[in-house]
């Protein structure tokens, strides 16, 4: 709907959980320009800590058979992988590069984001908020 209404570029953020062979096949015939996709560890019990409810293996699952497919259906979709680095996967990124790297292509991209309040001395975060609709953001920016 967005490509038909005379968005050009779209793109979506995700956890992989639910990024199943037929989702993946509609995103990327409806013209997805650039998915975020979200993978903290590529160990198991690290990543189960970090991502509660979904599991590693469908996750892990799922990435690469998205890339499999962008690489058939739509080779121009960005994919950029992403790890959110924190406490418990802080020494794996030299790992995560190397498994990455050669599975995805030019138009990807390949980083890590630090966890902020992870690594701030004396973080506590914020229990109570003044204002509790504030939409997401990325609708507007991603």
């Not at 995103?27 to 800590?49: C, H, P, Q, R």
């Not at 790890?83 to 790992?95: F, G, I, S």
Request: proline content about 5%; aromatic content about 10%.
């Amino acid at each position: 709907m967005l490509k038909d209404g005379g968005v050009k570029k779209v793109g979506i953020s995700t956890n992989v959980a639910l990024l199943s062979e037929k989702v993946s096949r509609d995103l990327l015939e409806a013209g997805l320009d650039e998915i975020v996709l979200s993978v903290d560890s590529l160990k198991k019990e690290v990543f189960e800590t970090i991502r509660v409810r979904p599991k590693f293996d469908e996750v892990l699952e799922n990435s690469l058979r998205f890339i499999e497919l962008r690489n058939r259906i739509r080779p121009q979709t960005s994919i950029w992988m992403r790890m959110v680095r924190q406490k418990l996967n802080k020494d794996e990124w030299p790992a995560y590069e190397a498994y990455w790297k050669p599975r995805l292509s030019s138009v990807d991209r390949l980083y890590y984001t630090n966890n902020w309040g992870d690594q701030l001395a004396n973080f506590s975060p914020v229990s109570e908020s003044y204002q509790p609709k504030l939409p997401c953001v990325a609708l507007w920016s991603r």
